[in-house]
């Protein structure tokens, strides 16, 4: 079994190694589903050794309905990803109608090279699962990040397993989301997957002495000084499970 970490900071990324991942996704962004991180994270992130790293390439949050100058950035991050030595990048766009944007997609895995593909969550917002399985093996793609079109992989096992005997080889199917030292052996086993991806994640708090209680830098009523991070701990305890 192959757990897939996602990760939003360089301390996520060490803990994840830490407790054992074979691979991290690296994002920026999390509470928006994840961003590509800036070039900067990536550089540092590459330096912790034992671990591969998949890089995020999605340019905002919200929908997966691109312009022409957002595919250019897109393709630009790509590049940099693949200048800095990542082993992957993880992509997906969809059209207005809710299937695979096949000439935007078919840009991105060409920018790739040969790194490994993943197509990403956009695919549980397709209106078809089948059609977009068929169309994300037709690109080329090493894998696809789905909860199985359900807001977790718990609940989106049936789906799961169906494009898994669907897809029957041609690509990897890794469940995420919501997925947790209690419940990935059981999706795993379910499934029939050979990858899963979790963020693994426990609050911490920050270390700042001096804390503003009026202020917060982004939702009402957020706390600021309270850090989620991976969690090396929880990390461990997953691949413990799923052995």
Same mark, same amino acid.
């Given at each position: 079994?192959?757990?897939?970490?996602?990760?939003?900071?360089?301390?996520?990324?060490? &803990?994840?190694? *830490?407790? $054992?991942?074979?691979?991290?996704?690296? /994002?920026?962004? =999390?509470?928006?589903?994840?961003?590509?991180? #800036?070039?900067?994270?990536?550089?540092?992130?590459?330096?912790?050794?034992?671990?591969?790293?998949?890089?995020?390439?999605?340019?905002?949050?919200?929908?997966?309905?691109?312009?022409?100058?957002?595919?250019?950035?897109?393709?630009?991050?790509?590049?940099?990803?693949?200048?800095?030595?990542?082993?992957?990048?993880?992509?997906? &766009?969809?059209? *207005?109608? $809710?299937?695979?944007?096949?000439?935007? /997609?078919?840009? =991105?895995?060409?920018?790739?090279?040969?790194? #490994?593909?993943?197509?990403?969550?956009?695919?549980?917002?397709?209106?078809?699962?089948?059609?977009?399985?068929?169309?994300?093996?037709?690109?080329?793609?090493?894998?696809?990040?789905?909860?199985?079109?359900?807001?977790?992989?718990?609940?989106?096992?049936?789906?799961?397993?169906?494009?898994?005997?669907?897809?029957?080889?041609?690509?990897?199917?890794?469940? $995420?989301?919501?997925?947790?030292?209690?419940?990935?052996?059981?999706?795993?086993?379910?499934?029939?997957?050979?990858?899963?991806?979790?963020?693994?994640?426990?609050?911490?708090?920050?270390?700042?002495?001096?804390?503003?209680?009026?202020?917060?830098?982004?939702?009402?009523?957020?706390?600021?000084?309270?850090?989620?991070?991976?969690?090396?701990?929880?990390?461990?305890?997953?691949?413990?499970?799923?052995?």
């Amino acid at each position: 079994m192959i757990l897939e970490i996602c990760t939003g900071s360089i301390e996520s990324v060490i &803990a994840a190694q *830490k407790g $054992g991942a074979q691979r991290v996704e690296l /994002c920026a962004a =999390l509470s928006e589903g994840g961003v590509t991180p #800036s070039l900067g994270l990536m550089r540092e992130a590459r330096k912790v050794q034992g671990i591969k790293m998949n890089v995020l390439i999605r340019p905002r949050g919200g929908d997966f309905l691109y312009t022409e100058e957002e595919v250019r950035i897109m393709v630009a991050d790509i590049l940099a990803a693949g200048d800095i030595g990542a082993d992957g990048v993880v992509i997906g &766009a969809l059209t *207005k109608d $809710g299937d695979v944007d096949m000439d935007i /997609c078919r840009r =991105l895995v060409a920018a790739a090279g040969g790194m #490994s593909v993943t197509f990403h969550r956009a695919f549980d917002m397709a209106r078809d699962a089948d059609k977009a399985l068929e169309d994300v093996i037709s690109l080329g793609c090493d894998r696809i990040l789905t909860s199985g079109l359900k807001p977790t992989a718990e609940q989106g096992m049936s789906m799961l397993k169906h494009l898994a005997e669907r897809a029957n080889g041609r690509i990897s199917i890794m469940p $995420g989301s919501g997925v947790s030292p209690q419940n990935a052996a059981m999706i795993c086993g379910f499934v029939g997957n050979t990858e899963i991806h979790a963020s693994a994640r426990s609050s911490r708090q920050s270390m700042m002495v001096y804390r503003n209680p009026t202020v917060t830098m982004g939702a009402k009523d957020a706390d600021e000084y309270a850090l989620k991070e991976t969690d090396p701990a929880i990390v461990a305890e997953i691949i413990k499970a799923l052995r």
